[in-house]
């Protein structure tokens, strides 16, 4: 019971912290709507779905940027986001949706903090560590850092197929009356669904 307790009052330190305006910025995330996909496949030392975003935002920071990356932290073009994942084995299909947005009054090298450096503490905060096991990255939330602000919004995909009522086939049998019996219950049917 101590060490849950003492990861809570880490946690609330670090919210704490980390929703002081102007020193840190301001974290917000909804923790009691976990996403599912784990912190450290959104930015630990295996995985990391931001680098590519971060590596294009740096380039120019001046203009408001935002992507939806499959789990490599590849951008998605509107017909790729349908793709199976990579590794479909090992993680189930999230859509993450990365934005920047520099405020009003940005000048370019005014940020005290990186592209990289916010995702990554973002990860490592009370938002990428909700749900049961406590591991699991906040669905939403966003971070203004004083000179603009970082979201990210994680949706699970479902690719399942629209469900339809198949027409029964009709029966192909020889003249008895058993076959007689199940061309008739066949016929009714398919009446039954016009």
Not at 12 to 32: D, K, R, S
Not at 65 to 94: A, C, F, H, M
Not at 179 to 184: E, F, G, L, N, S
């Amino acid at each position: 019971m101590t060490a849950s307790k003492d990861l809570f009052t880490t946690l609330w330190l670090l919210g704490t912290l980390l929703t002081v305006p102007g020193v840190y910025g301001q974290l917000e995330c909804a923790i009691e709507d976990p996403s599912g996909l784990q912190w450290d496949v959104f930015y630990g030392p295996r995985y990391n779905l931001v680098s590519q975003f971060c590596k294009q935002q740096s380039q120019d920071e001046a203009n408001s940027l935002s992507w939806k990356v499959d789990i490599n932290g590849n951008e998605l073009s509107p017909l790729q986001d349908r793709s199976p994942p990579v590794t479909p084995s090992t993680y189930k299909e999230y859509g993450v949706q990365l934005s920047w947005t520099p405020q009003a009054s940005f000048v370019t090298g005014s940020c005290s903090r990186s592209c990289a450096k916010t995702y990554q503490d973002t990860a490592q905060s009370y938002c990428g560590h909700t749900g049961g096991e406590g591991n699991s990255m906040a669905k939403n939330g966003t971070w203004d850092i004083g000179c603009g602000r970082y979201s990210w919004s994680i949706t699970e995909v479902n690719h399942s197929p629209p469900t339809t009522a198949s027409e029964p086939s009709q029966p192909h049998c020889t003249s008895t009356p058993s076959c007689q019996v199940a061309t008739d219950m066949w016929c009714s049917s398919v009446l039954h669904q016009s």
